[in-house]
């Protein structure tokens, strides 16, 4: 299982703790101790790890590190000029792809080397339908 994400909606300050809303509407106090680095704001994360470790993450943060998968590989790695072949084939790819990224999302804890991961197999994707795009069987013929 992976990270449970939750957008903090609401944080009533107690002293240096605080109390938070998620999204799911649970009530979690949050520790001082907790805070004591970063205090949390409307819209910011907080996250369950698999082995139960929790932390606030501020949103910048975590938009500018984490991206949807559903975004990555379609939108990216379009090819224009495919005929019926090509564009079978680029879907194929982008389905594999993506049932790879999924899969190594469920797996794999977040960190800088999944990220390195993600990153090498957006690049392995681009490139597979690079070479598609390229062979003249998967090109729309002018006349």
Known sequence: MADDLKHVDVVSRKGQACEIVVDDNKVIDISA????????????????????????NPKDVLDRKYRPLTLIIDPLFAY??????GQVRASAISVVFSKLLSDFQVMC??????????????????????AISRDQMNQNQST
């Not at 907790?34 to 082995?51: A, H």
């Not at 224009?80 to 072949?85: C, D, E, P, S, T």
């Not at 804890?109 to 690079?130: D, G, N, Q, V, Y």
Request: proline content about 4%; glycine content about 6%; some cysteine.
């Open 33 to 56: 101790e907790m805070t004591s680095r970063y205090f949390p704001k409307l819209g910011d994360y907080y996250v369950v790890q698999e082995d139960g470790y929790a932390y606030l």
């Open 109 to 130: 804890p977040s960190s800088r080397e999944f990220s390195i991961c993600m990153t090498h197999l957006e690049t392995a994707c681009m490139f597979a339908k690079k």
């Open 80 to 85: 224009v000029g495919l005929n019926a072949r």
